[in-house]
């Protein structure tokens, strides 16, 4: 199963590489918010949960268009069919989906963190640049399982495009809620929060459920 | 066959919400603080902690579906989770007017259920979206019960989470326990609670029974559309009669003239 999932993530790495349809497009799309944020809020620096509501936001959003391109290219050309006439586990194609998905977010976010830094953010962020990390890893991890759970069920929709995201915002919602409670302080330049460990803890439940669910689930969304 | 336990469930639920009501308005004492609005209470909770148990029962019978392959368990998840997203319009409709009430906004940030309501209609209200933009119906029931198992198992991690955020200012009528509430109070809740329950049930053994007798007629009637062209085409037990060459063309617009 390892090998199958890691033949199906290099293929699209590979798509990705030489087609590059997804992830300069979050990338575009999260500095555009920040533009767009410094225009609504009309602030030249932003900072505390102000700060931390704008990042975690302009990210979870950047995470709908990565999910929206995860299966709708395998549909339209006739990828996904391939897939499942292999003799392959059905988890494989879930295992490298959202591998792919949490790969693209971490590219993402390397491109989107410094631009936030010189665009928006007043306090410096390298102090709080570990805590910051850890947060946004985890996060990912959970984005990555219930984003290619999603993608799986709103690519057989007749309205995908909007099934999609309106389908993952609430689902996010608890992220939203512990990555900006946990980085709030963080930008008020408190240094790092007491109950960091807390929203940590928040995070990783979320995503072990989620990938729990999706690993059980995911059989039944490419059965045939 | 659905329906039979509609009769006896459907007086059971009179009889419950009556005496619900009767004790809500004659038996449960004012509440000092907040005055007879706080009489809502025993339309939101209940309200409440049904519309949650019906999300929850709607992932375990989509589990069941998926287990079983039997539609039938998907038709009942469906049907719960739509009463449940009725409810779920009651749950923000009257916490709203109790927030207004005690408090005087129509919403308030820092009521954990109530905003924990709002995420959780929010997703279920793609349901059915989802649900009917899928033409197969067997993918239809296959992805419609995917998403009622998620979204149960979202709606309790979604309370978790909306819990550690909120500042604990929610009005306690009553702790964890129940201990704090006297005795008439905490007595009425538990009734409107079974009377909530019933409501439910009841609704729910309807909306099924009537969703099974349309699929029969359906059937039905596709049977004997199916008959009666075939009588046209000359098809049937007794084709002696047609069988003389009429010309084909005529029966071709008889097969489609009685639909």
């Known amino acids: 199963m390892t090998r199958a999932a890691l033949a199906i993530l290099r293929k699209d790495l590979r798509v990705e590489l030489r087609a590059r349809e997804a992830v300069p497009a979050m990338a575009l799309f999260a500095v555009t918010a920040f533009v767009l944020f410094h225009f609504a809020f009309d602030r030249d620096a932003l900072d505390g949960d102000v700060a931390a509501g704008t990042l975690w936001v302009t990210l979870l959003l950047t995470t709908v268009l990565g999910v929206n391109r995860l299966f709708v290219a395998e549909r339209e050309q006739g990828g996904l069919e391939a897939m499942l006439l292999a003799p392959i586990d059905r988890t494989a194609i879930f295992l490298a989906k959202a591998a792919a998905l949490f790969l693209y977010l971490v590219v993402v976010e390397i491109v989107a963190l410094p631009a936030f830094a010189v665009l928006l953010l007043g306090p410096d962020l390298l102090g709080s640049l570990p805590a910051l990390i850890a947060l946004l890893l985890l996060a990912d991890l959970g984005l990555a399982a219930v984003g290619a759970l999603v993608g799986a069920l709103a690519a057989e929709t007749r309205a995908r495009e909007v099934i999609g995201p309106l389908l993952l915002l609430p689902l996010v919602v608890p992220l939203a809620i512990a990555g900006a409670q946990a980085t709030e302080p963080l930008f008020t330049g408190a240094g790092a929060p007491e109950d960091l460990g807390r929203w940590l803890g928040l995070m990783g439940l979320y995503a072990t459920i989620f990938v729990l669910l999706s690993v059980a689930l995911f059989d039944f969304l490419l059965e045939d | ?259």
């Open chain 2, 1 to 259: 066959m659905y329906g039979r336990a509609l009769k006896p469930l459907a007086l059971a639920t009179a009889a419950g919400a009556a005496l619900a009501f009767g004790l809500i308005f004659f038996y449960a004492p004012i509440d000092a603080d907040q005055g007879f609005i706080q009489k809502i209470f025993y339309l939101h909770v209940p309200m409440a902690i049904v519309a949650l148990l019906g999300f929850l029962a709607g992932g375990v019978m989509a589990a069941m579906h998926l287990r079983t392959r039997k539609r039938v368990w998907d038709m009942r998840s469906y049907v719960a989770i739509h009463l449940s997203i009725i409810l779920a319009v009651g749950v923000l409709i009257t916490g709203s007017i109790w927030a207004k009430a005690s408090w005087g906004h129509w919403w308030v940030w820092d009521e954990p259920m109530l905003v924990s309501f709002l995420i959780v209609f929010l997703l279920y209200a793609v349901y059915q979206p989802l649900r009917f933009s899928i033409d197969d119906p067997e993918r239809q029931a296959r992805y419609a019960s995917v998403f009622a198992i998620s979204g149960a198992a979202f709606t309790v991690l979604n309370f978790v989470a909306v819990r550690m955020a909120a500042t604990y200012t929610h009005p306690r009528v009553f702790s964890q326990t129940g201990g704090n509430m006297p005795r008439e109070m905490f007595f009425t809740f538990l009734v409107s609670l079974a009377a909530m329950a019933l409501v439910f049930a009841t609704l729910w053994t309807l909306e099924l029974g009537s969703k099974n007798a349309s699929e029969r007629l359906r059937r039905a009637r596709r049977r004997r559309g199916r008959e009666a062209d075939a009588r046209a085409l000359g098809l049937d037990d007794t084709p002696a009669r047609t069988a003389g060459g009429s010309p084909p063309a005529a029966s071709v617009s008889a097969a489609t003239a009685p639909r």
